[in-house]
């Protein structure tokens, strides 16, 4: 009797032309032969299913590492041992890296570094990945294998645990962030019962995962298309505050992903970041600690909670261009964001939307003098060159940023003087 690894899922609605591109053909040409079985697996499958973009195409094989390079350099493709250890090379195809992983099975786990042992056995390789909808193959001619039940899931929008639950998340306690980030996603309703207990349980082992892959993890999720939903059952499960170590704003965060879509702009992970997590700059370096955060997300989120509140659409015009020339765009648009997201008015909001607009429809002059000019004048070097040059600046702005160089070098002169 065959397993379900090896009988392919029957009426199958799907477009499978993907499977016929040039490059992973040639892959597919090197490899699929001596008796070895190469199939597409994981999330390329399964947006393929849905309709979606694909990204990466990872590939499960029956062949160990060593055939796999050897297959591969036959047919004149470049072989890099990526992560030989763990059965996976990575073959270059047309320019397109395709990681190629032998079927394994876990001896023991402990933590997120299984012992593994490589094999043939294509339900053995489903049965220890993460999620059902994870764990689909595909071979070149288009037919689907689903040892675990993904199909079913992939069409219903149910991200599953394989197995155990708690099991699979004291493999790896990441995993309680990628089953909310699958869900903000792919899901469709509240999230599968069985996941969320299991995932609540576990929640304190969050604590001892790297930043590194926290952030990861977070700034992915919070541009998924169901990301508000599903941050409002981690805040309301205590689970976004072990994470982040603070209080999230999901209303907050809400409005700034309607904001969003009326502008019909692309998700900002750092600013969605801000809204739900930043109200004074202390939070921006909690955060940065906690995810660790670059420097310059942090100076980002930082410089966005340091005056949100001072942006008003009554803001007259000359204070809106002075304050975009002392900041720059991405600061002036950051705080204008903010202060829109918080002010309570629709996402329409013709006074809100005009004074944000400004960061891209107005582009500040450059002062016209420079501290050779004063040199040139007479003026040595030192404080005093700044000092002058403090002041002109200052009188350009309050008048417009009007004056030209011939009447800034006549101001200078007087001062001089």
Do not use: C
């Not at 899922?9 to 040409?29: G, K």
């Amino acid at each position: 009797m065959n397993s379900p690894g090896s009988t392919p899922v029957r009426d199958v609605d799907w477009n499978s032309d993907w499977l016929r591109e040039p490059a992973l053909v040639r892959v597919f040409d090197a490899l699929n032969r001596e008796g070895v079985e190469t199939r597409v697996v994981g999330g390329a499958v399964r947006d393929a299913i849905l309709g979606h973009p694909r990204g990466d195409v990872d590939l499960a094989t029956t062949a160990e590492t060593g055939v796999v390079a050897e297959l591969a350099s036959k047919a004149g493709l470049k072989v890099v041992p990526t992560g030989e250890a763990h059965g996976t090379m990575t073959v270059i195809s047309e320019g397109r890296p395709f990681e190629v992983t032998t079927l394994r099975h876990d001896v023991e786990t402990h933590g997120r570094h299984a012992t593994v042992a490589f094999g043939a056995d294509w339900e053995d390789d489903a049965r220890r990945r993460d999620f059902t909808m994870n764990a689909l193959y595909a071979d070149r001619s288009g037919r689907l294998y689903d040892p675990v039940g993904g199909y079913e899931d992939v069409l219903a929008g149910r991200v599953r645990f394989i197995g155990d639950a708690i099991k699979r998340i004291r493999e790896d306690y990441l995993r309680i962030l990628r089953f909310f980030r699958f869900h903000a996603q792919f899901g469709n309703g509240p999230p599968d019962a069985v996941g969320l207990t299991a995932s609540i349980r576990e929640r304190r082992g969050l604590l001892g995962l790297s930043g590194e892959r926290l952030r990861q993890e977070m700034l992915r999720l919070l541009v998924a298309p169901g990301a508000v939903p599903t941050v409002g059952i981690m805040a309301d499960s205590g689970i976004f505050g072990i994470v982040t170590g603070g209080v999230p704003y999901v209303p907050s965060l809400d409005r700034y992903a309607a904001i969003e879509a009326h502008a019909e702009e692309k998700p900002d992970p750092i600013m969605r970041l801000a809204a739900l997590a930043v109200f004074v700059p202390e939070d921006a370096d909690r955060l940065r600690n906690r995810l660790r955060l670059s420097n310059a997300e942090r100076d980002r989120l930082a410089s966005a909670a340091g005056g949100w509140w001072h942006m008003r659409p009554d803001l007259g015009e000359r204070s809106r261009k002075t304050l975009l020339y002392r900041i720059g765009e991405q600061a002036y648009r950051d705080r204008a964001m903010l202060a829109f997201i918080r002010s309570g008015a629709d996402a329409d909001d013709p006074g809100w939307r005009e004074l944000v607009g400004l960061a891209t429809e107005w582009e500040p002059p450059v002062f016209p003098l420079k501290g050779a000019d004063l040199v040139a004048l007479g003026v040595p070097g030192g404080p005093e060159i700044g000092r002058i040059l403090e002041q002109l600046e200052a009188d350009w702005m309050a008048e417009g940023f009007a004056p030209d160089r011939h009447t800034l070098l006549a101001r200078a002169r007087r001062l001089i003087r």
